[in-house]
């Protein structure tokens, strides 16, 4: 199973992926308001948006090292 396991219906997926990615291409330190920010205008239905907030979170602290 992935790490985390963030998604859950996975009609968010891609845009969650692009915006975090993006994101952490701009602020490799990101704190979780800035995650949500960078998150806001991309629609979850399931409720999985905690769960995405901590894998985006995960994968800052990797993408540092």
């Known amino acids: ?3 985390g396991q963030a998604f859950q219906c996975g009609c968010c997926t891609p845009e ?3 915006a975090g990615f993006a994101m952490l291409n701009r602020n490799t330190h990101p704190g979780e308001r800035r995650i949500r920010h960078a998150l806001a205008s991309h629609l979850c239905r399931c409720g999985a948006r905690p769960r995405i907030v901590r894998a985006v979170q995960t994968a800052a602290a990797k993408f540092r090292d």
Do not use: D, N, R
């Open 1 to 3: 199973m992935p790490e």
């Open 16 to 18: 969650m992926i692009a």
